[in-house]
């Protein structure tokens, strides 16, 4: 059985889902749960944006564009090889916008300053380095400086940075800056302050 419902339902129930991960390491007594909370927050921070393109776009492609230039959004969206999210940021907005996010400096460059953390913490670069304890010899240890760094403020950070692109998209869309919070609301549950 096919369930339908609101576009921006799935962006809603995953920044929902990003914010209690927030709030869970922001409140947890022990420094693991602080670490996991805060990197499962900066892995959705990146899944929501992404989700919310895909989502975002194809409205806009049906909408607004040729059924030539649906197919080709659909194609890029397919599987068995979709599109990157780096491919949808540089190319979706200039296509179905006629402008493109500026990465150099605010919401962008923010966003792939978390998108840069979340890669390194799931793609660890491993060594070449061996340790032994105990006659336990380990090769090639993983470098996971960043992820047992991670803290309140990462999550938090995270969760901000994906609000903003996605309010940065909207004003690239032509939405009036007074009204992207209601966008945002709309969107990704933020509340208008």
Do not use: C
């Not at 990146?46 to 975002?56: H, M």
């Not at 916008?97 to 966003?111: H, Q, R, V, Y």
């Not at 890669?119 to 032994?132: D, G, V, Y």
């Amino acid at each position: 059985m096919t369930t339908l419902s609101s576009p921006n339902r799935i962006v809603w129930d995953y920044f929902d889902a990003l914010r209690r991960l927030v709030v869970e390491s922001r409140k947890a007594d022990a420094e693991a749960i602080r670490r996991q909370s805060a990197a499962l927050a900066v892995v959705m921070s990146v899944t929501v944006v992404e989700v919310f393109l895909n989502i975002r776009f194809r409205i806009s492609a049906e909408e607004f564009h040729s059924t030539d230039e649906i197919m080709r959004l659909i194609s890029e969206l397919g599987h068995p090889r979709p599109w990157s999210l780096d491919q949808k940021l540089k190319h979706w907005p200039k296509r179905f916008l006629s402008k493109s996010i500026n990465f150099d400096e605010g919401p962008g460059a923010e966003f792939m300053r978390i998108k840069k953390l979340r890669n390194s913490i799931i793609h660890f670069s491993s060594t070449h380095i061996s340790t032994k304890h105990e006659g336990v010899v380990m090769h090639g240890l993983a470098d996971t400086t960043e992820y047992d760094a991670l803290s309140y403020e990462d999550a938090r950070r995270a969760l901000f940075a994906a609000e903003d692109l996605i309010g940065e998209i909207f004003l690239l869309a032509g939405v009036e800056p007074h009204n992207v919070r209601h966008m945002l609301h709309l969107w990704a549950g933020r509340v208008p302050l």
